[in-house]
Nanobody, 120 residues
Framework: QVQLVESGGGSVQAGGSLRLSCAASGRTYSSYAMGWFRQAPGKERKIVAA????????YYADSAKGRFTISSNNAENTVYLQMNSLKPEDTAVYYCNALKSWPRNAFDTWGQGTLVTVSS
């Protein structure tokens, strides 16, 4: 059974940091790159960052460049998103997923996501 479990969200003030974690199981995730996506209220879900499991290739949306860092632990099937210098516009539900194609096309099965709220 495919399972994606995101964690690490919370409420922070602008300028603060959070580290999100995504535990993947049930699929041969090692065969696919992984991405973090986010969906703000009333908006479409969009890619934030992506990485291969080896870390040899990464991608960042313009909104994440210079502030967010994606990383992975292949042995634990876990992907992380370190978010620094958070802004109120980063407020969203964050999801992880495997990528059908690089760098933003994800499979259809999603986890429950983790909510990030940034106050000004």
């Amino acid at each position: 059974q495919v399972q994606l479990v995101e964690s690490g969200g919370g409420s922070v003030q602008a300028g603060g940091s959070l580290r999100l974690s995504c535990a993947a199981s049930g699929r041969t995730y090692s065969s696919y790159a992984m991405g973090w996506f986010r969906q703000a209220p009333g908006k479409e879900r969009k890619i934030v960052a992506a990485t291969t499991w080896s870390g040899s290739s990464t991608y960042y949306a313009d909104s994440a460049k210079g502030r967010f860092t994606i990383s992975s632990n292949n042995a634990e099937n876990t992907v992380y998103l370190q978010m620094n210098s958070l802004k109120p516009e980063d407020t969203a539900v964050y999801y992880c997923n495997a990528l059908k194609s690089w760098p933003r096309n994800a499979f259809d099965t999603w986890g429950q996501g983790t909510l990030v709220t940034v106050s000004s």
